[in-house]
């Protein structure tokens, strides 16, 4: 960060996250990474501002969104100078499938383009975040893990994993047999497709991550750390809810852990003020970086 904008920053009050507890991040083996989608609305406000203070929040890693030929609407040199402004890595971005919505930046649509830019600004992670209700069909589960095969296939060639992000509907049955969720994984290459579980929607479905890493050791680099209220199961601030993350990370050699991300959809604060207790809970926690 530039003097600068450190100095425009703490006049604006951006700087509050900074001071509490950033020392610890520094000296910590693991980076604190987050999904962006967690900030969207400062983002489409500002985005250099928006990830200035991440950066001062101990932030050092990211997990994309929206990648449409364009990062949030800057070119890939003006998204690398933002990068590089503020000190910050792109570990991971989302895509969607491509099947019904097929924009630029889907897995069926310039998807070596996408592969080329993700590449360029040292991504290491290309996941398919989400099917649309209307995607959810029988005969597209059934294609579906052909397609993560096929896309996997180009983006090994690249040096990048491709991996799938569930939400809870995968934890259904989508043929009155079989779970969407073990389909994916049974009918996927191992090494071509891993998995970015989301803890708070597979808490949610009422599964259990740890019987997964049982069944599918190492495929799980990538997860979503966020908690889950009681009674109501809305999104919760990490350490304000139900999950038992501990239980979970103790697990992560077994699962094959690389990276997580912080990640809150929404939330009944301020975002960055859930972010900051969320941040705060997990600097008081070692077993998030065993």
């Not at 050699?253 to 959809?265: I, P, T």
Request: net charge neutral.
């Amino acid at each position: 960060m530039h003097r600068r904008d450190f100095i425009q920053l703490s006049s604006l009050g951006f700087l509050g996250l900074y001071s509490c507890g950033i020392t610890n991040f520094k000296n910590r083996k693991k980076t604190l990474g987050i999904q962006l989608y967690t900030v969207r609305d400062a983002i489409s406000e500002d985005l250099e501002k928006t990830l200035e203070r991440l950066a001062g929040s101990g932030f050092t890693t990211l997990e994309i969104y929206g990648y449409n030929g364009t990062f949030f609407g800057k070119t890939k040199n003006e998204f690398q100078a933002i990068l590089k402004n503020t000190g910050l890595k792109v570990v991971s971005s989302h895509h969607t499938s491509g099947i019904l919505h097929s924009e630029k930046g889907t897995l069926l649509n310039s998807w070596e383009q996408s592969v080329e830019d993700l590449q360029a600004i040292g991504a290491k992670y290309m996941v398919c975040s989400y099917l649309f209700p209307e995607e959810r069909t029988v005969n597209n589960y059934r294609k579906l893990p052909e397609l993560l095969n096929r896309s996997g296939e180009i983006t090994k060639q690249a040096g990048i994993q491709m991996a799938y992000h569930n939400h809870d509907f995968e934890f259904e049955k989508f043929d009155d047999r079989q779970v969407v969720y073990d389909y994916i994984l049974d009918s996927s290459s191992p090494e071509l497709v891993k998995m970015e579980l989301d803890l708070y929607w597979i808490s949610k479905a009422g599964f259990d991550p740890l019987a997964y890493f049982e069944k599918y050791p190492k495929r799980f680099p990538l997860w979503h750390v966020k908690d889950m209220k009681a009674g109501s199961k809305d999104f919760a601030e990490i350490g304000k809810g139900t999950i038992n993350f501990k239980r979970i990370f103790e697990a992560g050699g077994k699962a094959g852990l690389d990276y997580w991300f912080l990640e809150q959809d929404s939330s009944d604060k301020d975002i960055f003020e859930s972010i900051k207790i969320s941040r705060d809970y997990i600097t008081e926690n070692s077993f998030f970086y065993k």
